[in-house]
C-alpha cells in the first residue's frame, strides 16, 4: 500500500481500470497536476470535445497542440478553464507557467498568449477537471480503479488521444501490461 501512494504524484498518469464503470471516467487517462495529503487534481487527456479553442479563448489559438479543439478534462467546473504546456527549456520557465514537470507546467490563462509563446512548444486547454479529497484518490488506487504509471511529456499532446490508453498500457513493464487485452467482465472470456 505504501508504495502506491508514493506513486500518487503530479505528473504521473492514471489509467482507468475496466473495473471502473463511472461514465465520467470510464476508459480514460488522467494526468495528475497536483497530489499531496490534501488530495488531487488533474486533467483527463483523452475526451477532446468538438469545440474549438479559437471560439472561446481567441488568444491562446496559435499555442494550442493538434486537434485544436478545448478538451473535457473533468467532471469539476467544467464552465471554467486549465491549461498545460510542454515547455522547450525546463530551465527557462517565465511567469506564467507553474512547472509540474521538467517539461510540463500549468498554464495561467490571465497572462499573455505572445508572452509565453517562445517557451512552449505545444498547449493543450481543459474545460474542467478531476478532483479527490484527501485519501479518496488512494483509497481508489487500492481499491483497483485506477492504475498509475509514469507519465511521458508527449502524452498529452498527441494529435490522437483515441488509442493513448492502450498505448501507456503497453509500454508498461511486467504483468501490468496484460491488462491491455483483459475484457472487462473476465466471466465473459
Given at each position: ?7 500518487i504524484r503530479a505528473g504521473m498518469l492514471l489509467l482507468a481500470s475496466p473495473e471502473l464503470v463511472d461514465p465520467n471516467f470510464a ?124 507519465a511521458l511529456a508527449p502524452d498529452a499532446f498527441r494529435a490522437d488521444q483515441s488509442t493513448l490508453w492502450r498505448e501507456v498500457m ?20
Amino acid at each position: 500500500m505504501g508504495e502506491t501512494r508514493a506513486e500518487i504524484r503530479a505528473g504521473m498518469l492514471l489509467l482507468a481500470s475496466p473495473e471502473l464503470v463511472d461514465p465520467n471516467f470510464a476508459d480514460t487517462v488522467v494526468l495528475l497536476l497536483d497530489a499531496d495529503e490534501d488530495g488531487a487534481m488533474g486533467v483527463v487527456l483523452n475526451r477532446p470535445s468538438p469545440v474549438p479553442v479559437i471560439s472561446v479563448l481567441a488568444d491562446w489559438g496559435d499555442l494550442v497542440a493538434e486537434p485544436e479543439v478545448l478538451f473535457r478534462g473533468g467532471p469539476v467546473s467544467p464552465e471554467g478553464a486549465l491549461a498545460v504546456a510542454l515547455v522547450h527549456d525546463p530551465a527557462v520557465v517565465p511567469p506564467g507557467l507553474r512547472p509540474v514537470t521538467d517539461r510540463l507546467a500549468i498554464v495561467d490563462l490571465d497572462a499573455s498568449a505572445d508572452d509565453l509563446d517562445a517557451a512552449v512548444e505545444g498547449m493543450r486547454i481543459f474545460a474542467g477537471y478531476a478532483g479527490w479529497g484527501a485519501g479518496q484518490l488512494e483509497g481508489e488506487v487500492d481499491g483497483g480503479d485506477w492504475y498509475v504509471v509514469p507519465a511521458l511529456a508527449p502524452d498529452a499532446f498527441r494529435a490522437d488521444q483515441s488509442t493513448l490508453w492502450r498505448e501507456v498500457m503497453r509500454r508498461q513493464p511486467g504483468e501490468l501490461a496484460w491488462h491491455m487485452n483483459r475484457p472487462v467482465d473476465p466471466e465473459l472470456n
